[in-house]
């Protein structure tokens, strides 16, 4: 009996015969091979289904990748495995190696962020920081490359263990290319697709280093701190409105309304006695602005108020409303408010004071015409 025949019989039942990685796991991408005592039998076979590739590993050192196909293994097929091994006529013995599937396949829907917020210069908003988050693709290009740079001799490697390692790359050149782009924030959501074009290319040497390609990559987001995006909500609100007095007026007309439909209310009293004081002094204003015909109406491009006529605030309930000039203020007064317990100011007092301790507007109580005389 040859010594191979020996062999062949003392550890026959524990060679490897078929080597194949059958049902892979979808987030798997590197799996190596459970071979018993790591001992191959001579013209086995290995079976490499499509959209994976086979690597032998002899301590340390890539030696044979095997695309798909199916192989018999000998010195043949093993070209560099037979020449770290010595084997110079050929080999009947069983041999050892580490045998790793990878998949060649494509891996969708993996997701990148910021962690951290990016500074950036806006030409409109000045510094800013800003979030962004996205999806890419990738697949592995070279397996001997990927194995010995990222995977190692790791029994299952799965795509979970590259998201870390990949984001930080991803982050650090889209941080280049967003700050090199110069796109205002406001512009960035239409330079979505233009932005991952950039990455994309700005990341193909880094991936393919170690044995990867990104086949795509996508920026679905890019947003500023929750204060900001509420200070841009306001400035768009403000844009929106337009005319601000014709808002006001609008507003003015709807409370009204809600406090004709409640007039019992305390709340209704306040707005209603509050919008009369904005209608009067709307009033007395363009009273002031009319010009004077023959009705003592105002004449087309009558003056304006005097320079430096002083103007007085009021509270009512709690409410400031004003500034208003003495004339409308009197116009105020005839309508029944404020009284003379009603709290004034102007620039220059001390204080808010009751308007009966103010000469001036103390006398706009008194303003009324003089009694009838008696008939004859």
């Not at 301590?59 to 000998?74: C, H, K, M, Q, R």
């Not at 396949?105 to 000045?126: A, C, H, Y």
């Not at 007026?249 to 809600?258: H, L």
């Not at 209704?268 to 009273?287: D, E, L, P, V």
Request: hydrophobic share 40%.
């Amino acid at each position: 009996m040859g010594i191979w025949d020996k062999v062949r019989e003392t550890v026959g039942n524990e060679l490897i015969e078929i080597i194949e990685w059958n049902n892979p796991p979808k987030d798997t991408i590197v799996h190596k091979f459970p071979v018993h005592n790591d001992q191959i039998k001579n013209n086995a076979q290995l079976i490499v289904r499509p959209s994976q590739v086979a690597v032998f590993i002899n301590e340390g050192t890539i030696a044979d990748v095997f695309g798909p196909g199916t192989y018999s293994l000998n010195t043949k097929n093993l070209p560099i495995l037979a020449t770290l091994k010595g084997w110079k006529y050929g080999f009947e013995s069983p041999f050892k190696a580490d045998v790793f599937f990878v998949k060649s396949s494509e891996f969708v829907n993996n997701k990148w962020g910021t962690q951290n917020p990016i500074m950036l210069r806006d030409p409109e908003f000045g510094p800013v920081r800003i979030r962004t988050y996205g999806l890419y693709s990738k697949k592995v290009i070279d397996a001997g490359a990927f194995i010995k740079k990222i995977s190692g001799t790791e029994k299952d490697y799965t795509k979970d263990d590259l998201v870390e390692y990949l984001r930080d790359i991803v982050i650090s050149r889209f941080t280049d290319v967003i700050g090199e782009s110069k796109i205002p924030i406001l512009d960035m959501a239409a330079n979505y697709d233009e932005l991952g074009k950039f990455i994309a290319t700005r990341i193909t040497d880094d991936f393919a280093a170690y044995g990867l390609q990104i086949t795509k990559i996508m920026v679905e987001n890019i947003s500023l701190p929750p204060n900001v995006e509420e200070a841009l909500d306001k400035r768009s609100s403000m844009g929106i409105i337009g005319n601000l007095n014709a808002y006001s007026q609008f507003q003015s007309a709807n409370a009204m309304e809600d406090a004709a439909n409640n007039p019992g209310g305390e709340a209704s009293a306040g707005i209603g006695m509050g919008m009369g004081f904005a209608m009067a002094n709307q009033m007395g204003q363009q009273m002031l602005n009319q010009p004077h015909g023959q009705d003592n109406a105002p004449a087309a491009g009558g003056p304006p108020p005097v320079p430096g006529a002083t103007q007085y605030f009021t509270a009512v309930n709690g409410q400031q409303t004003g500034p208003f000039p003495l004339q409308t203020l009197k116009l105020h007064i005839e309508a029944g408010s404020p009284t003379k317990d009603t709290l004034v100011w102007c620039e220059g007092m001390d204080g808010w004071t009751a308007a009966s301790s103010v000469d001036e507007v103390n006398a706009l109580f008194n303003a009324g015409p003089p009694p009838l005389p008696p008939q004859a």
